[in-house]
Nanobody
Framework: QVQLVESGGGAVQAGGSLRLSCVASGYTYSGYCMGWIRQVPGKEREGVAIISRDGSTLYADSVKGRFTISRDNAKNTLYLQMDNLKPEDTAMYYC????????????????WGQGTQVTVSS
């Protein structure tokens, strides 16, 4: 079955960096769009970044220039490099997959990971 397993979250101070990873299994990873989505309790999920099968990327304005999404198809792994973190980046971060990218909308993802918590203190 399809599995997405995130790791790399943690607690950092503002200005610090974290690198999230998401290992995928159970499907043809290279043929699917991948995305990172975050959620703060009590708020709606927010699309952070996506990467298409051919490596095209799209970022939310709030993270543009600070976050970098990448994928290693040989390792079935998705990454999110987060630099210059801010307290407002504090959230649970999920990776998710769907056949075709459709902007930063969080609707339409077929599978989700369990999430990894990122906490940024000021």
């Amino acid at each position: 079955q399809v599995q997405l397993v995130e790791s790399g979250g943690g607690a950092v101070q503002a200005g610090g960096s974290l690198r999230l990873s998401c290992v995928a299994s159970g499907y043809t990873y290279s043929g699917y769009c991948m995305g990172w989505i975050r959620q703060v309790p009590g708020k709606e999920r927010e699309g952070v970044a996506i990467i298409s099968r051919d490596g095209s990327t799209l970022y939310a304005d709030s993270v543009k220039g600070r976050f970098t999404i990448s994928r290693d198809n040989a390792k079935n792994t998705l990454y999110l490099q987060m630099d210059n973190l801010k307290p407002e980046d504090t959230a649970m971060y999920y990776c998710a997959t769907r056949r075709y990218c459709s902007g930063l909308t969080v609707a339409g993802y077929s599978y989700w990971g369990q999430g990894t918590q990122v906490t940024v203190s000021s």
